[in-house]
């Protein structure tokens, strides 16, 4: 114990002596132990004769670092501006993306520093790990640039921030409109280029409406046209370009059709008086009561058309007797092209069950042979020695509809079985409209019921 208590006071005694004769070494070593407080009491106990001022804010620059190192900004702050080197504080400020405080120690120690504030801060964020700047951080050294009067850095800023550090929108388009301002103020010269700029920005964003209204502002009347019609504004468009370039109307509303057809929006198309385009987003939509009904009241021309494409869709689905309806309604067209359509319909209803089928076919096939309305009905004798291609063709599905539906009657009415008998044998001459076993079946059946065996 004895040897190593003399060892030690050896020791003091050898530092002591270090730290009168040799003062900048002793700092160095208290530097070294990271003994701050040791290398500041040599520093201000030796007298100037043997250690200048530069070793003592040496020592003091040293503990300054330390306490970057450590997170005590504060401190640390405090000793860069005591040996006179506040722009390092600025330095470790920035690179930490401190910007408000850079700018408080700026103001207060050196105010020089302002109007590079900005693109310090820049080179601060890639020295400190190459970290992006916050939307907060940007606005702050934007601010800083503001104040220093140096408008066309705080307008670059502004326009520096986009949607990767920005994702509100709102906020964005709030950040760009303080450059329009400022340069509205301070940079006239650039006042124009700057509202394209964002113009073009909100119009890749999706924002047509806004840049339609930048557009206005600098007088880009084709641009800000084009936007409202981006942004389906029809009425801002219609308005800015009846004043402003007539020329442009026509385009608008082209694209205004080409938007309602896009969005099937048949009833615009009706109201704004397109009515083929309207009938085709009504038959595209398969509402095609709309359809028909329209082009009944204003393209009778067109009705054929629909009518027969409806029919076909009624067929393949086998709503056969639906078919038959809208034919009676609308009419059937006569051109030969249909006809097989009408054979299908005819085959179909002829060998039905329900009872109002061949009601339904004798009146649509009366429709089609007098081609409209029938007050009268023509009598067979004159559908037989008719030439006209529609009656040659389907007066045997007449004939035979025409029977079906009388045997069906009296079959309701339970009146005259022989009657039944004879129709039922009178329709076997058709057999060929409907299922040949089916006739005869029910023919025999008949016959059968009113005792007719011969």
Same mark, same amino acid.
């Given at each position: 114990?004895?040897?190593?208590?003399?060892?030690?006071?050896?020791? !003091?005694?050898?530092?002591?002596?270090?730290?009168?004769?040799? $003062?900048?070494?002793?700092?160095?070593?208290?530097?070294?132990?990271?003994?701050?407080?040791?290398?500041?009491?040599?520093?201000?106990?030796?007298?100037?004769? !043997?250690?200048?001022?530069?070793?003592?804010?040496?020592?003091?620059?040293?503990?300054?670092?330390?306490?970057?190192?450590?997170?005590?900004?504060?401190?640390?702050?405090?000793?860069?501006?005591?040996?006179?080197?506040?722009?390092?504080?600025?330095?470790?400020?920035?690179?930490?993306?401190?910007?408000?405080?850079?700018?408080?120690?700026?103001?207060?120690?050196? /105010?020089?520093?302002?109007?590079?504030?900005?693109?310090?801060?820049?080179?601060?964020?890639?020295?400190?790990?190459?970290?992006?700047?916050?939307?907060?951080?940007?606005?702050?050294?934007?601010?800083?640039?503001?104040?220093?009067?140096?408008?066309?850095?705080?307008?670059?800023?502004?326009?520096?921030?986009?949607?990767?550090?920005?994702?509100?929108?709102?906020?964005?388009?709030?950040?760009?409109?303080?450059?329009?301002?400022?340069?509205?103020?301070?940079?006239?010269?650039?006042?124009?280029?700057?509202?394209?700029?964002?113009?073009?920005?909100?119009?890749?964003?999706?924002?047509?409406?806004?840049?339609?209204?930048?557009?206005?502002?600098?007088?880009?009347?084709?641009?800000?046209?084009?936007?409202?019609?981006?942004?389906?504004?029809?009425?801002?468009?219609?308005?800015?370009?009846?004043?402003?370039?007539?020329?442009?109307?026509?385009?608008?509303?082209?694209?205004?059709?080409?938007?309602?057809?896009?969005?099937?929006?048949?009833?615009?198309?009706?109201?704004?008086?397109?009515?083929?385009?309207?009938?085709?987003?009504?038959?595209?939509?398969?509402?095609?009561?709309?359809?028909?009904?329209?082009?009944?009241?204003?393209?009778?021309?067109?009705?054929?058309?629909?009518?027969?494409?409806?029919?076909?869709?009624?067929?393949?689905?086998?709503?056969?007797?639906?078919?038959?309806?809208?034919?009676?309604?609308?009419? $059937? /067209?006569?051109?030969?092209?249909?006809?097989?359509?009408?054979?299908?319909?005819?085959?179909?209803?002829?060998?039905?069950?329900?009872?109002?089928?061949?009601?339904?076919?004798?009146?649509?096939?009366?429709?089609?042979?007098?081609?409209?309305?029938?007050?009268?009905? /023509?009598? /067979?004798?004159?559908?037989?020695?008719?030439?006209?291609?529609?009656?040659?063709?389907?007066?045997?599905?007449?004939?035979?509809?025409?029977?079906?539906?009388?045997?069906?009657?009296?079959?309701? !009415?339970?009146?005259?079985?022989?009657?039944?008998?004879?129709?039922?044998?009178?329709?076997?001459?058709?057999?060929?409209?409907?299922?040949?076993?089916?006739?005869?079946?029910?023919?025999?059946?008949?016959?059968?019921?009113?005792?007719?065996?011969?």
């Amino acid at each position: 114990m004895g040897t190593g208590a003399s060892a030690s006071k050896k020791q !003091q005694k050898q530092i002591a002596a270090l730290e009168e004769s040799k $003062p900048k070494e002793a700092i160095d070593m208290y530097i070294q132990q990271l003994d701050w407080a040791s290398a500041m009491r040599v520093a201000e106990n030796s007298s100037h004769t !043997q250690i200048d001022q530069d070793t003592v804010k040496e020592a003091m620059l040293h503990h300054a670092d330390y306490l970057v190192g450590q997170g005590k900004l504060a401190a640390a702050e405090t000793l860069f501006i005591q040996v006179g080197k506040p722009e390092l504080a600025v330095q470790v400020y920035l690179s930490k993306h401190m910007v408000d405080d850079a700018d408080r120690v700026c103001k207060q120690h050196c /105010p020089q520093m302002r109007d590079d504030l900005f693109n310090s801060s820049g080179d601060g964020g890639q020295g400190g790990g190459g970290l992006a700047q916050s939307l907060e951080e940007i606005l702050d050294a934007a601010k800083i640039d503001e104040e220093a009067g140096n408008y066309s850095s705080a307008i670059d800023t502004y326009l520096s921030v986009t949607e990767t550090a920005c994702s509100d929108l709102d906020r964005l388009e709030e950040v760009w409109k303080n450059a329009t301002f400022l340069a509205m103020r301070h940079e006239r010269e650039r006042h124009d280029d700057i509202v394209a700029i964002i113009a073009k920005r909100l119009k890749i964003l999706g924002r047509f409406v806004a840049a339609a209204e930048y557009y206005e502002n600098i007088e880009a009347v084709r641009e800000a046209v084009n936007c409202y019609c981006d942004g389906e504004a029809w009425e801002k468009a219609r308005c800015l370009a009846e004043g402003r370039c007539p020329d442009m109307l026509r385009i608008i509303e082209e694209r205004y059709k080409r938007d309602l057809i896009t969005k099937g929006d048949g009833e615009q198309l009706m109201r704004m008086g397109d009515v083929s385009s309207a009938l085709e987003q009504f038959a595209r939509l398969g509402q095609w009561g709309k359809c028909l009904q329209l082009a009944a009241e204003k393209s009778p021309v067109m009705l054929k058309h629909y009518v027969i494409q409806y029919c076909k869709i009624l067929v393949n689905k086998g709503e056969f007797a639906e078919a038959c309806q809208a034919l009676i309604r609308y009419g $059937p /067209p006569i051109e030969q092209s249909n006809w097989e359509t009408y054979k299908h319909i005819c085959g179909a209803l002829l060998s039905s069950s329900d009872s109002t089928s061949p009601s339904l076919l004798r009146d649509m096939l009366l429709r089609l042979i007098k081609q409209g309305v029938v007050a009268i009905p /023509p009598t /067979p004798k004159t559908i037989m020695e008719s030439r006209e291609p529609a009656d040659v063709e389907f007066h045997k599905a007449l004939f035979a509809a025409h029977l079906q539906m009388v045997h069906g009657r009296f079959q309701e !009415q339970m009146k005259n079985s022989e009657i039944c008998s004879r129709i039922s044998v009178a329709l076997c001459r058709y057999c060929a409209e409907f299922p040949v076993d089916r006739a005869f079946y029910e023919a025999g059946l008949a016959c059968k019921h009113a005792n007719m065996i011969n």
